[in-house]
């Protein structure tokens, strides 16, 4: 039964049923009874496994197939009437092309199966922050992921009301998970996805990804708010005050890491505190005071395994221990519990490896044999966390002191530095890169620009989103974040990280916010404002000292030069759309370099 008297979701949840042809549909409404109901179910047919329910309560084990294990970028599309609105960083296909190539694909799919139809909420009920979704899926397993992942069911709808056309539609179907026929798709000007042949998180969670980022970067720059890729976390002093950061960073950075931050032990002892609101999506909107509010529009945590251990993710690791999901993890056997590569050091000899073999896991790993898969994941309830924020499901949200962007970068950047404005910093975000590591295919120290971590994310030009950018800093005014930039993986000459990283991130974090409030002052360089090497508290640190932190601030002119050459070359694909601010800024610092 509809949990909805809105005429627009009915009639649309219609439209998708006659095309998909399901044997029966139902609506999710959220409660405890129905989703037992289909816990069992997907246990009984094997979609997923229930795990030891003494140590693991509440959680379940799934399997993709090897063809389906992360995200499709060559299969992921930005639909715009025009190609230029796509922009040269997105796959672009003509709206009406892509229809009539996908709707045969779904003609009838869900014969023989369940639609499952689901109400959603990003971000707490009752926000004006909040977005609603409707996702119509052929699979148990989603339904299950969504209700960690967002505020699912029929309460979802109070925000939407009876008579509101603003929700974002998603249609996903598994089909026969053929890589040859996958597609995650989005028209932006419809507030719709269509996901099809995939059963893997990112293609499938439609408000993951899809929504919180593809579609809503684009609901954002038409309504006067921003979508990013950012954590949200708070720092609570000694004397109770709260400050909010939020911050982008590229994949394999620490972003996780970081906002679960515990900080370190002489820190812990002065009463500092970090509180986690979100650790990968914020939502930002300006409030009725004219600071900029965040919220997190997700529920829940879809983490990568591989590396969460107690020593680099403590709390990330404690949110998994109930009513969780864990996907392509490996099975101790012994106890029905969970492995992965980096958990600690000793792979269950009894085990089965995430394509479901049986093997001798200790000696799987000694030959090179990866018992876990690399992107396997954790869908784990933010509730769980030791450290979530008490302002989690605040509806007006945290008000934003600083952005931070970062990158990893063996040489060129310094530990951190502050923008000399808002346009300087939006500069700062759009060069932003990364070098490629031992973990991603291909050559290795190559350098990678991901602005503002989005590349992948931006549901539209990349020029117009920088341009929404700017136009958000003249709104915004004195009361704009403060913007910085940092690195915590320059090298020595061996190769050898030079910053201890982890909790010690709190350390360069404490300098930003006595930047936000003015109790510290800076040192003006070619790239942005430095930390005088003394500001940077180095207190129970053996290996560094005053020396090694003046060489993590150092600046060098030539690679400098570089860096800005490399930054011509990547502005040059958004031709016309490229804001002049931004290529001012750049022509400043080749003279700034010169």
Known sequence: MAGTKNP??????????????????????????????????????????ELNQEKLPGCLYHRTLPNDVARVEDRTFICSKEKIDAGPTNNWSDPQEMKEKLLPLYDGVMKGRTMYVIPYSMGPIGSALAKVGVEVTDSIYVVLNMEIMVRMGVKAFENLGDTSDDFVRGLHSKANVDPENRY??????????????????????????????????FQGKNE??????????????????????????????????????????????????????????????????????????????????????????????????????????????????????????????????WKGAKVNGKEYAAEGGKLAHPN??????????????????????????????????????????????????????????????????????????????????????????????????????????????????????????????FGDNMRVLDWIISRCDSEVEAVETPIGFEPKPEDINIDGLDDINLDVIKGLLSVDKDLWKEEAKGIREFYSKFGDKLPSKLNDELIELEKRLA
């Not at 129905?34 to 179910?41: G, S, V």
């Not at 295919?441 to 991901?450: I, K, M, P």
């Not at 704009?480 to 990280?497: H, S």
Request: hydrophobic share 40%.
């Open 376 to 501: 396997s994941r954790f869908t784990a309830p933010a509730k769980n966390c030791p450290c979530i924020s008490k302002e989690f499901d605040n509806p007006a949200g945290v008000p934003i002191s600083a952005m931070v962007f970062g990158g990893r970068r063996a040489k060129t950047a310094p530990l951190v530095y502050q923008s000399f404005n808002w346009a300087h910093g939006v500069f700062v975000g759009s060069s932003m890169a990364s070098e490629t590591t031992a973990a991603a295919a291909g050559a290795v120290g190559v350098v990678r620009r991901d602005p503002m971590a989005m590349l992948p994310f931006c549901g539209y030009n990349m020029g117009d989103y920088w341009s929404h950018w700017l136009n958000m800093g003249e709104k915004l005014g004195e009361n704009a974040p403060k913007i910085f930039n940092v690195n915590w993986f320059r090298t020595d000459d061996d190769g050898n990280f030079i910053w201890p990283g």
């Open 224 to 353: 006067g708010w921003m979508a990013e890729h950012m954590l949200i976390l708070g720092i609570e002093k000694p004397n109770g005050e709260i400050k909010y950061v939020c911050a982008a960073f590229p994949s394999a950075c620490g972003k996780t890491n970081l906002a679960m931050l515990i900080p370190p032990e002489g820190y812990e002892a002065k009463g500092y505190k970090v509180w986690t609101v979100g650790d990968d999506i914020a939502w930002l909107k300006p409030g009725a005071d004219g600071k900029l509010y965040a919220i997190n529009p997700e529920n829940g945590f879809f983490g990568v395994a591989p590396g969460t251990n107690v020593k680099s993710n403590f709390n990330a690791l404690e949110s998994t221990k109930k009513n969780t999901i864990f996907t392509n993890v490996a099975i101790n056997n012994d106890d029905n519990t969970v492995w992965w590569e980096g958990l600690d050091k000793n792979p269950p000899e009894n085990a089965t490896e």
């Open 184 to 217: 995650i798709v989005h028209f932006p000007e419809e507030n719709t996805i269509w996901s099809i042949n995939s059963a893997y998180g990112g293609n499938v969670l439609l408000g993951k990804k899809c929504f919180a980022l593809r579609i809503a970067s």
């Open 8 to 49: 627009n979701v009915i009639k649309w949840v219609d439209e998708m049923a006659a095309l998909t042809k399901p044997d029966k549909i139902v609506w999710i409404d959220g409660s405890a009874e129905q989703l037992d109901a289909l816990r069992k179910e997907a246990i009984s047919s094997g979609e997923v496994t």
